[in-house]
């Protein structure tokens, strides 16, 4: 087993490492998920809706909960399905478990999210 020394750097540099390692996983997900491309345009979609509506600060607040939410849960759902593929690359019926798990904890915020923005958006556009 492979030990990695994370050396003694300063408290800044390793932030900046840190951060530098979050956007390179933010990156990877972009490239190779087409969810989280279709969840960053309908964000986009979403925030130019509020812009349009005048939606309140409060409105923005839920807003920006809902969709960072949603962008976490997906890259985190990434994150599991590449470590279910590094521990077992075979089926298996825990492997499946573990990915439709993940994939059902996504589901179940974005129909939330999708509720909350009914919510708040169709009242306006009506
Ligand atoms: N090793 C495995 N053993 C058993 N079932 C698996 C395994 N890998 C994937 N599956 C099944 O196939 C489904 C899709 O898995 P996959 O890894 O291809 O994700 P994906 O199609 O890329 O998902 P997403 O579209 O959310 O990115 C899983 O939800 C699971 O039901």
Same mark, same amino acid.
């Given at each position: ?18 951060? $530098?390692?979050? +956007?390179? @996983?933010?990156?990877?997900? +972009? ?7 279709? #969840?960053?345009? $309908? %964000? =986009? ?13 409060? /409105? +923005?607040?839920?807003?920006?909960? &809902? ?6 849960? /997906?890259?985190?759902?990434? %994150?599991? /399905? ?7 690359? /075979?089926? #298996?019926?825990? =492997?499946?478990?573990?990915?439709? $798990?993940?994939? @059902?904890?996504? &589901?179940?915020? =974005?129909?939330? =999210? ?13």
């Amino acid at each position: 087993m492979t030990t990695v020394s994370k050396g003694s750097k300063s408290g800044l540099k390793r932030l900046r490492k840190s951060f $530098a390692h979050a +956007w390179q @996983g933010i990156r990877f997900v +972009w490239s190779s998920e087409q969810n989280f491309r279709i #969840h960053t345009g $309908a %964000a =986009a979609a979403v925030i130019a809706l509020g812009v349009m509506l005048s939606i309140s600060l409060f /409105e +923005w607040i839920i807003v920006i909960l &809902l969709i960072s939410g949603m962008m976490a849960l /997906e890259t985190m759902n990434t %994150a599991i /399905e590449k470590a279910v593929d590094l521990v077992t690359p /075979e089926y #298996h019926p825990l =492997a499946k478990i573990s990915k439709d $798990a993940a994939a @059902g904890a996504v &589901l179940v915020y =974005a129909i939330g =999210a999708f509720i909350i923005g009914c919510l708040i958006f169709i009242p306006k556009i009506l």
